[in-house]
């Protein structure tokens, strides 16, 4: 197995005078997307298991549910916590030690006898399984600028199928083996990630990381929000989309459980797998934005989005309704994230983990206003107003981008303009001003 960073290619930059740089070759960003989705598979793992787990431990239904707002609640402290050290520490170090830690979190949890063990280990996964963020940003700063979209597409590709695929994963290990083996062999896969990437990825990033105290560094992820108008604005394009991704996901089941269907819960997993070829296709998204065309496929992307809405409204006449919905959604969801991200690393590389990081709040936020609207709204009135629901935050989205697409700057529009010419650096973060 090559080492520290020998399977990255070496090659010349279309830039005037920069010389030679490392940039990932296909087989290592394919290695940052296996590791992204398996990292971020652990938060959604126990939604399938969340009955059984109880049983086992003789907790009661409202303790249980507390599994599922404990993960998130620690994913959410872990993306402002943990993924801005990104910027200032080797991110080759902290990505392993994160994985690493994250195996010990896993064992807690496959190994608890009581609740409270079983709640703090499952706490602890999602603040770890943040890592994710931070390979995202390593990833994107391998990446020259004229292809960082390709890479952030195909790394996020990993992203979103690790959430789609998770509870179908979880299901079926649980039915061979018990919930405790879906942790065990979590842990385990985690294990032989962390190995792998200490073998594979770069000692230093290109770019030397920042000095700013921790303290300064958690402050100045505020700071770029406010500095940021398109930063503002793509974090709110993030929590509308996934408010919609959500709403469709944490309510499916229940419909499909109903007449006409009666599916069985390894059949609505399954669900996933039509979800992850629509997420797939969108990382063509990368490549577009790495041609200047981000306003153009962030409106068309939303506004498949929308429509994504009608078919799945006809869900319980017709199965293709169903599959050709959650196809469309998938892909939508997926081309404006890779967009957002793609986007926002490119207006201060040197604060990319930050920028990631801050952004993914957005994501947190939406997910879960999607979820708890979702399935209220769906014991209230059913799946119609989960329709309606899901349309208006994808509506939302698409008047935002209307009122806004010629009013905040493109950074992937003038790479691809300068592409060919003379070098145009990305504009630096001022650290001063944090002083």
Partial sequence: MPGHGEALTRRTEPRGGEGLALVPSRGVVMLFAVACGAAVANVYFSQPLLVTMGHDLAMSPALVGSVVTLTHVGYGLGLFLLVPLG?????RRLIVAQLLLLVLALAVVATARTAAILLAGIAATGLLAVVTQTLVAFAASLA????????VGLVTSGVVVGILLARTASGLVADLAGWRCVYLASASLTALLALVMYRVLPRHSSAPPTTLPYGRLLRSTVTLFAQERLLRLRGLLGLLIFAAFSTLWSSIALPLSEAPYFWSHSAIGALGLAGAAGALAASAAGRLNDRGLSRQTT??????????WLPL???RNSLWALLVGVILLDLAV?????????????LHPDAG??????YMVFYSIGSGTGAITATSLYAAAGWGAVCALGAAFSCLGLLLWAFTRHSTPDPAAEVASHS????????TYDHASES
């Fill in 334 to 346: 997926q081309a404006v994230h890779v967009t957002n991200q793609t986007l926002i690393y490119g």
């Fill in 87 to 91: 910027d200032t520490a080797d991110r």
């Fill in 313 to 315: 409204a006809f869900i």
């Fill in 299 to 308: 409106g068309i992307a939303l506004a498949l989005l929308a429509v994504s």
């Fill in 353 to 358: 983990s930050r920028l990631i990081g801050g």
């Fill in 144 to 151: 020259p600028p004229a292809e960082r979209g390709r890479v």
């Fill in 420 to 427: 060919s010419g003379a070098s145009t650096g990305s504009p």
